[in-house]
């Protein structure tokens, strides 16, 4: 099952290997359930208690589960069998049964799950999360061992009951429930899911329940419903809207890529502060439900990933496409909707990310499987999205259209990889792609591309002449389809070169001379751009080697404790706690944390940039990068006391794309990148 975000993050469980075993994997027999469980699962108390019958693919069967459940029975065709405990890693406890003959393995088991912890955030879940329970929500992940797994990926059917005022979802077609009459008894429901998907997850909640029953584009039944508690749900109009823009994204996708391949898709609300995406419904933190820009954007994304990562399951033998993909059919698009100078500061924040990264954690697009820190989600989300917008302007839009079709038809409910994915455009286009692929896709990093001189010869009589542009790019050298922007004053003219040499002249023929040229202004190839359009973000001190920390107000013990905490969520790397004297010294980033008025003496006294203007409302913390010609990389959080920098520490990991930051409490207000521009290059000889 294909755990996904942006804002949101997934795991991947599929091991690489079983990607051949299920290269063909399709619809799995409703008489033949690799795995069926039955669950009682009571929030207020924790306990769970799971009745599963399963077909192991091996006698040896050997399988985890979580440290808090207890083995209570094990039997093939009513015989006992001997179950043996393997050892513990962590949390999860490892166990082998020795199958004497070919049947179902029945295994009853329960205990109390650990309480949920509301306080998790997105870096504690790229970790991994145990199933969870509290009378306020309870979330039983896929990869929780919870469960015992039959195989790499598999079907299943699922019957879960849940005291009254509880509901409780899984990913999969809704097959049979029954509500409670008034407070007692149970909330009773089955779900399936009939092709093949690599886990199970569960969710319950305190939710009431909205329905939509809409048509599916085939003709076929789609049902729609959210899970919102009482007071997300009572809010006006909310509920509804998150309905009909469910609605509207699937429309959307089945008319561009083919009719939706579930029968369901729910909106499922989390006392989590991260969200999931999974075959049928995303399952979003309450918190941010609220919040327009979700609708407007990781809806669809998560929408959408029911085609890419759960419709067509990913090889991750050959690297993850699907983030990539959906990033650029979701949250791209839509902003190249909004306009184009929106689709371009994307596309800069993208290649911003990707020049804040260290070079010794550059790695391949192939390599990507999950975002586990920002370096990965540099590459998978940002580099895979870039290498579909050089792709689209490469072979056409018409292209580029009939083979996101193509793909889709040829690997629905399979496994594919970006093999697949060449193979659909390269028929689509008519073109061979072997050496675009190849380049994106094993080389680490990107290119760098400068314009070494430009030099115009008039022609015959002054009627036009000749434009000779000399490019150089570093070695390796990629094969680039790159457009050169000549400029007369505000007119504008696009010529699109091939450059494939390390150092290559190219000669146009023009009407006039230019007075400039530019190189790829409006960043559409995955290069390191000029830095003139590179002005600092914060990602670049997150990344950092050798982060440091000074804290500007060292005698207060609560404050350094809190500048410390918010340092260690900030950092990715350890950091090094220094004195304010590193403000006079060049080196590594550096970052600054203390009170308003601390932070303002230091600054001052290092001669420094001071705090800048950056809103007009009050605000009770602020971070920023400083653009200083001498002294160290320096980011600096000016707060209003140890309690505001405790409330940013959250927030503020998920801004690495900002040049500043300013909040109120948890909340962030505004925030921006400084001003940029890139290099034109003078064209001699006029």
Not at 206 to 223: H, S
Not at 553 to 573: H, I, K, M, N, S
Not at 593 to 610: E, I, K, Y
Request: glycine share 10%; with cysteine; charged share 25%.
């Amino acid at each position: 099952m294909f755990r996904a975000g942006c804002l949101w993050v997934w795991r991947v469980w599929i091991l690489a290997v079983l990607a051949l075993v299920f290269a063909l994997a399709g619809s799995v027999s409703a008489a033949e359930w690799p795995i069926e469980l039955d669950v009682r699962l009571d929030p207020t108390s924790r306990k769970l208690q799971v009745e599963a019958a399963l077909q192991p693919q091996e006698r040896d069967f050997r399988f985890a589960l979580h440290a808090s459940l207890s083995i209570d029975s094990a039997t093939v065709d009513g015989q006992a069998l001997r179950v043996e405990a393997l050892g513990r890693q962590g949390e999860v406890r490892n166990w082998r049964i020795r199958l004497p003959q070919w049947g179902v393995l029945r295994l009853g088991y329960g205990g109390i799950l650990p309480a949920l912890d509301a306080r998790l955030d997105h870096r504690d879940v790229l970790q991994g999360m145990p199933p969870m329970a509290s009378a306020v929500g309870c979330y039983l992940p896929a990869g929780g061992a919870w469960y015992p797994r039959p195989a790499g990926v598999f079907g299943y059917r699922v019957d879960v009951r849940v005291p009254a005022g509880q509901r409780a979802i899984v990913p999969g077609r809704l097959l049979a429930e029954h509500l409670p009459d008034g407070e007692e008894g149970y909330y009773r429901a089955r779900f399936e899911f009939s092709r093949v998907t690599d886990g199970i997850d569960l969710m319950a909640g305190p939710w009431a329940v909205r329905e939509r029953i809409v048509a599916r584009g085939d003709g076929e039944k789609l049902r729609l419903r959210t899970y919102f508690p009482a007071a997300l749900d009572a809010e006006a109009g909310l509920a509804e809207a998150y309905l009909d823009d469910s609605a509207r994204y699937i429309e959307r996708y089945s008319r561009s890529i083919g009719a939706y391949p579930f029968t369901e898709f729910s909106v499922v609300a989390s006392p989590l502060p991260t969200g999931f995406g999974m075959p049928t419904l995303t399952y979003m933190g309450e918190q941010v439900l609220r919040l327009p820009f979700i609708r407007a954007t990781s809806l669809g994304h998560e929408v959408l990933h029911n085609w890419w990562g759960n419709g067509v399951l990913v090889d991750y033998r050959s690297g993850n496409w699907s983030e990539g993909l959906t990033t650029f059919m979701a949250d791209y698009a839509y902003k190249e909707e909004q306009s184009a100078a929106a689709a371009r500061e994307m596309r800069l924040g993208w290649l911003r990310d990707f020049a804040a990264l260290p070079a010794d954690v550059h790695r391949s697009l192939a390599e990507f499987r999950s975002r586990t820190h920002g370096a990965a989600a540099a590459v998978g989300y940002g580099k895979a999205a870039m290498v579909f917008v050089m792709l689209r302007d490469l072979i056409g839009e018409e292209a580029f259209a009939h083979g996101i079709r193509m793909f889709w038809e040829r690997n629905r409910f399979r496994i594919a990889g970006w093999a697949e994915l060449k193979v659909a455009f390269e028929q689509a286009s008519r073109r061979d792609l072997d050496a675009f692929f190849q380049q994106w896709l094993r080389l680490a990093g990107g290119a760098r591309v400068n314009i070494e001189q430009a030099r115009f010869i008039a022609g015959a009589e002054g009627k036009g002449g000749l434009l000779k542009v000399e490019l150089r790019q570093n070695e390796p050298a990629y094969l680039l389809h790159l457009p050169l922007q000549l400029e007369n004053g505000p007119a504008a003219q696009t010529h699109w070169v091939s450059l494939s040499e390390p150092w290559q002249t190219f000669e146009l023929a023009v009407a006039q001379a230019p007075q400039t040229v530019r190189l790829d202004p409006e960043l559409r190839v995955w290069r390191r751009p000029d830095d003139e359009q590179l002005p600092p973000i914060l990602r670049q001190w997150m990344l950092a080697d050798s982060p440091r920390l000074i804290i500007a107000d060292e005698g207060d013990t609560a404050l350094v404790e809190a500048g410390e905490g918010l340092a260690r969520r900030f950092f990715e790397r350890p950091v090094r706690t220094v004195g304010p004297e590193a403000l006079r010294r060049s080196g590594d980033a550096v970052l600054l944390v203390g009170t308003h008025a601390a932070v303002d003496r230091l600054l001052a006294d290092a001669g420094l940039p001071p705090r800048p203007a950056l809103a007009e409302q009050q605000y009770s913390a602020a971070a920023w990068t400083v653009q200083a010609s001498s002294g160290p990389a320096l980011a600096v959080v000016s707060a209003r006391d140890a309690g505001a920098l405790t409330a940013l520490q959250r927030p503020l990991p998920h801004y690495g794309g900002q040049s500043w930051v300013v909040a109120e409490g948890a909340r962030v207000l505004e925030r921006g990148v400084w001003d940029a521009s890139g290099r034109a290059v003078p064209v001699n000889g006029q």
